[in-house]
């Protein structure tokens, strides 16, 4: 029998830590002698650590050795931590907790698949571990989105055919990814930017339980 798998990316869709990595990276970035300003930010959405960092020193036309690039990504790493020490269900966006309970209840399989190598310490941090069948994190990949690999990793711990796989994203670059993957990507976020989504919503505010019904029918 086929199953429908249900896979979230984690920054700016279950939680709101986008303004946390902006953070650190800012902070890096003045201590290297520019500033990184919120639509500089953009270019970072669902993009691993090390080719946020690269970005970041070509805005910056910073050039480094490879034992500064290894401390800088350490570094950045660690104000980051800082900043989600105190993290909670507060951080939690908008109905998130609704849907997965929707789909826990009806034996839906559910997976994390985020570029992020600290996803697993934040879900416990604001309550939602327990909904997550799979946990597919920068730990796990080598390939960075749009680059399908983390989808079709979390499709197969899940053990469903990446062809029966939902990927619910708010960056162009994930949704790249889970329309490579074969998946039905559903955008988060502004229509106008992540047009290449098969479905699109502002928030899970707007998405009901008919919606939700129709994906696990859609594959």
């Not at 800088?72 to 104000?79: E, L």
């Not at 849907?99 to 190598?117: F, H």
């Not at 604001?126 to 069948?133: A, E, M, P």
């Not at 990814?177 to 505010?205: C, K, P």
Request: charged residues 25%.
């Amino acid at each position: 029998m086929r199953k429908v798998g249900f896979i979230f990316d984690l920054d700016g869709v279950i939680v709101d830590t986008a303004k946390y990595h902006y953070l650190a990276w800012r902070k890096l970035a003045n201590e290297l002698g520019f500033d990184f300003t919120h639509d500089q930010n953009e270019l970072f959405k669902g993009v691993s650590r090390k080719r946020c960092l690269e970005i970041l020193l070509n805005i910056g036309d910073v050039t480094a050795t490879h034992e500064q690039f290894d401390r800088w990504m350490i570094d950045k790493n660690v104000d980051y931590l800082e900043y989600i020490e105190n993290m909670d269900a507060s951080e939690i966006l908008p109905d998130v907790p609704r849907v997965l309970k929707y789909l826990k209840e009806r034996d839906m399989p559910i997976a994390l698949g985020s570029a992020s190598k600290n996803a697993r310490p934040i879900l416990e941090k604001v309550g939602l571990l327990h909904y997550f069948d799979a946990i597919v994190d920068g730990n796990n990949v080598t390939k960075a989105k749009p680059d399908p690999e983390v989808f079709l990793i979390a499709a197969k711990n899940l053990g469903v055919n990446p062809l029966d796989g939902v990927v619910f994203e708010d960056a162009v670059a994930g949704i790249q990814a889970a329309n490579a993957a074969g998946m039905i990507s559903v955008g988060i976020g502004d229509n106008q930017i992540l047009f290449e989504a098969a479905h699109n919503f502002n928030d899970f505010t707007e998405m009901d339980s008919g919606f939700l019904d129709g994906l696990r029918a859609l594959t």
